[in-house]
């Protein structure tokens, strides 16, 4: 069974802090893909990375970057600098291996509610 | 936008209504999904049409009805829904399995029952 848990369900900070979102995830699978999404306002998803399972490099994009641990079953996001445009939902998912007959389903988290404040 | 586009954006309808949500995209993907996404809980898959096939169905109430007439139109049609079937409903498409270029979602539906 796949599970993914975002136990940070609110967090608020003040611009141009530091937040760290965090997502733990339970697969049985060897092989699997992680994601992260934006959900503003507006309810769309908005996609902002994908980590293959065999792929532990750090990545960095601008003012975000991923902290993928496969040993602790962790792939942490943090956004440096925050803004008020980055208040959203962020939902972390899951994705097994299709060859284990996983399909083509994402598995999310319940989302962490970020609010920035001026 | 995203490139799918989710009709209407708000609905709200009556237990003994029957109304169709509706889902397009011209991104050339090939598969299209359902997820039902209520407060404070994860986003629930409902159904994935692979190449306009069916080829998941999340043990959903029958009261949804999906419908895929071709590659680029979902269809989610609803009839005799209950209070707690409010929620927001998303579209998603991906191009083959999605892991490689990742799903696309619509803006959804906010449904409420009453």
């Known amino acids: 069974a796949q599970k993914v848990t975002q136990a940070q369900t609110e967090i608020s900070v003040v611009e141009k802090e530091d937040v760290t979102l965090d997502c733990v995830y339970e697969t049985r699978d060897t092989t699997y893909y992680l994601f992260w999404y934006k959900q503003p306002p507006s309810g769309e998803l908005v996609f902002l990375i994908r980590?293959?399972?065999?792929?532990?490099q750090n990545e960095i994009s601008g003012r975000y970057s991923w902290n993928f641990q496969k040993s602790t079953s962790s792939f942490n996001f943090t956004i440096t600098a925050s803004q008020v445009v980055d208040s959203a939902v962020y939902f972390c998912a899951l994705r097994p291996n299709i060859l284990t007959g996983g399909g083509n389903k994402l598995t999310f988290g319940t989302g962490t509610q970020l609010k920035v404040e001026l | 936008e995203t490139g799918v586009t989710q009709t209407p954006r708000h609905l709200v309808m009556g237990m003994t209504n029957k109304k169709s949500l509706k889902c397009e995209q011209h991104?050339?993907?090939?598969?299209m999904y359902w997820y039902k996404q209520s407060a404070k809980k994860p986003l629930e898959l409902m159904f994935v049409?692979?190449?306009?096939?069916?080829?998941e169905n999340n043990s959903v109430p029958s009261r949804f009805s999906p419908e895929c007439p071709n590659s680029s139109h979902l269809f989610l049609h609803l009839h005799t829904l209950q209070p707690e079937d409010s929620a927001l409903y998303l579209c998603?498409?991906?191009?083959?399995?999605?892991?490689?270029?990742?799903?696309?979602f619509g803006s959804g539906t906010r449904l409420t029952v009453v």
């Open positions: 049409y692979s190449l306009e096939e069916r080829v």
């Open positions: 991104l050339g993907h090939n598969a």
């Open positions: 998603a498409s991906t191009l083959g399995e999605g892991a490689v270029y990742g799903y696309t």
């Open positions: 980590r293959n399972s065999f792929d532990e």
